[in-house]
């Protein structure tokens, strides 16, 4: 058997990682153009468990070595937290 087509879990994970992100926008767009309140919700509820699949295949990958991530100074946290807090209270 020919092993160049195969994927390595590194790969595979990648793609997953990438079409969880695409069905998360997809979602969110759904979300802003439904009009019924059940779609709205249905949608909602799909999105969360969505970003829930994505999730772990993140940190699947972060824990390999695969996605490498920098924590930010709690300081730049509180000021993007603030940032967004008053531009929230101002709509």
Same mark, same amino acid.
């Given at each position: 058997?020919?092993?160049?087509?195969?994927?390595?879990?590194?790969? @595979?994970?990648?793609?997953?990682? #990438?079409?969880?992100?695409?069905?998360?926008? !997809?979602?969110?767009?759904? @979300?802003?153009? !439904?009009?019924?309140?059940?779609?709205?919700?249905?949608?909602?509820?799909?999105?969360?468990?969505?970003?829930? @699949?994505?999730?772990?295949?993140?940190? !699947?990958?972060?824990?390999?070595?695969?996605y490498?991530?920098?924590? !930010?100074?709690?300081?730049?946290? #509180?000021t993007?937290?603030?940032?967004?807090?008053?531009?929230?209270?101002?709509?």
């Amino acid at each position: 058997m020919n092993n160049k087509n195969t994927l390595s879990e590194q790969d @595979i994970l990648n793609d997953l990682l #990438t079409m969880e992100k695409q069905v998360t926008s !997809a979602y969110n767009t759904g @979300i802003t153009e !439904a009009s019924c309140k059940n779609l709205r919700q249905t949608l909602t509820d799909s999105l969360t468990d969505t970003q829930a @699949i994505q999730y772990n295949v993140f940190d !699947a990958m972060r824990r390999q070595g695969w996605y490498q991530t920098k924590d !930010a100074p709690d300081q730049d946290v #509180t000021t993007v937290k603030d940032k967004y807090t008053q531009l929230k209270n101002q709509l």
